[in-house]
């Protein structure tokens, strides 16, 4: 007997490549309830953190799209923010105010940032005990370079950060390195590095991993092949997910079509977006700001409707350096970079490198997703600590003729009391 639709089918699918294999499956209980609000109220200071990194995200999603044409994309902006914002409590000067510009920080008060900070990774974590969300900090830095006690201690303790100091010129500090990210991001992205230049003083890692199952899942049962248009007229057979006749939020506004699919206790969900027929969706990346993402999330309303998604995996690696010099940080980057808070030869130190990997899994029972933010702090001609002690040579000599004077040996040093 065929059903009665009472809304017209909404195509939503994301551009991406597809995958088979589900996440690991286990017992499910009964639908928690659906959270109805925060268990307490934002401070000021947590509202325009929020909406600081919401700017960010927008921001930083359409700089690196336009690298990354007809080409599948996953960021985490959160985790490259909560790296920075490490970074920041380093910075002075015109680096402090380039990097909060390119934060979208309106709060220039250290500590009210890091506290901001703080009590977001603490809302995040304890929200939905249905859904595995983690957030880890590290820092690890060069165990022959000085940084200040003060600015470790600080990071450690807003952050909640991981710090040891390491011989970053033995391998297996890479490996240890590797390791934690793996751990942090429950195996999801094993590998972030694979060498460390000599120049690279300190890494400032962030990780974030999050395993959600739908409120509404998926039947395997209506899973099949389906076609998958690109823009570029390319046709793929994806393996389209169906949700059938459920109650979910929807949007339809301006012939854009979004979907707003739950997990747990419905305090995270996905959004899926489809831009309006015969737009471009790089085209439309560029216009998703905040103000059209309020307009499309002010438009969500519950009614009936079939949703077909794709299943998808995808891993994603790239520098954001580029985007963090167009968004304003182009200071942190160069030779005049000051990092007086973060090392006593501050003034020497510049960000190398802000590399992000990332993993998602979008299946029938949910979606699995982590990243990995590292910003790789150098020095110019890092200097070396030589320590003169154990037997050695000297001479003393006139340079501009070479003449020697004397030579000698120091076996044992012998000196004046």
């Not at 060069?142 to 391998?171: I, K, N």
């Not at 910003?375 to 002690?389: K, L, N, W």
Request: proline share 6%; charged share 20%.
């Amino acid at each position: 007997m065929s059903r009665r639709r009472l809304f017209p089918c909404l195509l939503l699918a994301a551009s991406a490549a597809c995958a088979d294999s589900p996440l690991p499956s286990g017992v499910r209980g009964p639908t928690p309830d659906s959270l109805k609000a925060l268990p307490r109220a934002l401070s000021a200071d947590e509202q325009q953190t929020i909406a600081a990194s919401n700017r960010f995200a927008f921001d930083l999603f359409r700089s690196v799209n336009t690298r990354f044409v007809d080409t599948n994309v996953f960021i985490s902006p959160l985790s490259a923010s909560f790296a920075l914002g490490m970074t920041l409590e380093g910075a002075a000067g015109e680096t402090f105010e380039g990097m909060s510009q390119a934060l979208r920080l309106l709060e220039t008060d250290r500590s009210r940032i890091n506290a901001a900070y703080r009590d977001l990774i603490e809302l995040l974590l304890d929200l939905d005990p249905s859904v595995d969300m983690r957030i880890a900090n590290a820092i690890f830095y060069r165990d022959t370079f000085p940084f200040h006690q003060t600015f470790l201690d600080t990071v450690a303790h807003y952050f909640d950060a991981r710090v040891a100091g390491l011989d970053f010129d033995d391998p297996a500090t890479v490996t240890r390195v590797n390791a934690w990210a793996d751990t942090a991001t429950a195996g999801k992205i094993p590998e972030v590095i694979d060498a460390i230049e000599p120049d690279i003083v300190m890494l400032l890692m962030n990780a974030i991993y999050f395993k959600g199952s739908w409120r509404s899942q998926f039947d395997p049962d209506n899973t099949h092949n389906a076609p998958f248009a690109t823009e570029r007229g390319t046709s793929y057979a994806a393996r389209m997910m169906h949700l059938e006749t459920e109650d979910v939020a929807l949007a339809m506004l301006n012939g854009v079509q979004a979907v707003d699919l739950p997990y747990g206790r419905a305090a995270f969900t996905m959004t899926a977006i489809l831009p309006p027929a015969g737009t471009d969706v790089d085209a439309f990346i560029q216009t998703l700001d905040q103000a059209r993402w309020d307009a499309i999330v002010g438009a969500l309303a519950h009614r009936e409707a079939d949703v077909y998604l794709p299943k998808f995996t995808m891993t994603w690696k790239d520098t954001l350096n580029s985007d963090l010099k167009a968004m304003g940080m182009e200071h942190a980057f160069c030779d005049c970079a000051d990092f007086t808070r973060m090392s006593p030869l501050g003034d020497k130190l510049y960000i190398d490198f802000v590399l992000q990997n990332t993993f998602v899994n979008v299946n029938e029972e949910g979606t699995e997703a982590a990243a990995v933010t590292t910003v790789g702090v150098g020095v110019e001609s890092a200097p070396p600590t030589i320590r003169f002690d154990r037997p050695f040579v000297f001479v003393i000599r006139e340079r501009l003729s070479g003449t020697i004077l004397f030579m000698g040996k120091v076996a044992v040093p012998i000196s004046e009391s």
